[in-house]
């Protein structure tokens, strides 16, 4: 026999519908109200929602259209209403937790560049040996570049100076 919850329900005598509960004699009944068989309520139930089923459609149809513009007025109001509470409850907590978020993000940022330092530290004794060779590459580079400006710039200069002779000028 299935357990039933004996505080909601007990096993009244067979109803009009004889809905016999398991293999008894007995139909489980509600303790409240009318002490009517559980088997018999759902299907009251059921059997009047399909009954009315059109009817209720119908009858929640005709009252959305007459409540229509006071439910939007309602929701609007609501909406409003609700925004301006938001609004203020935001204020509210971020006065109240305004030192404690400041604290907040202080703490994350000092915890954060220990934390960034600590990983550049890493990151340098790592890749020590490839960024000394990086950097001396990189010097090399540019000391050649000079090298090649000034050289260039000696040769302009050079050329200017060619120019400059009376042999080389046209005469005007
Ligand atoms: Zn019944």
């Known amino acids: 026999m299935d357990d039933f919850d004996s505080s909601k329900y007990f096993l009244g005598t067979l109803c ?11 139909s489980l009944r509600c303790l409240s109200g009318k ?3 559980c088997v018999c309520v759902k299907e009251y139930r059921k059997e009047w929602y399909l ?3 059109e009817h209720v459609k119908e009858h929640k149809k ?3 259209l007459k409540n229509k513009e006071h439910v939007k007025e309602h929701s609007k109001e609501w909406n409003l209403k609700n925004k301006e509470h938001a609004k203020e409850h935001s204020k509210k ?3 109240k937790n305004k030192e404690h978020a400041k604290e907040h993000s202080k703490k994350w940022y000092l915890k954060n560049k220990e934390h960034k330092k600590e990983y550049r530290k890493k990151w340098y004794l790592k890749n020590k040996e490839h960024a000394k060779e990086h950097r001396l590459t990189n010097m090399k580079m540019r000391w050649t570049d000079e090298l090649t400006i ?6 302009k200069e050079l050329e200017r100076l060619t120019l400059l002779k009376p042999s080389h ?3 005007v």
């Not at 009009?16 to 293999?23: A, T, V």
């Open 35 to 37: 002490e009517e068989c």
């Open 169 to 171: 000028t046209k005469g």
């Open 62 to 64: 005709e009252w959305y």
């Open 93 to 95: 907590w971020y006065l």
């Open 150 to 155: 000034m050289m260039r710039e000696g040769e």
């Open 16 to 26: 009009k519908r004889g809905h016999r509960y398991n293999d008894t004699n007995f």
């Open 51 to 53: 009954k009315n089923k």
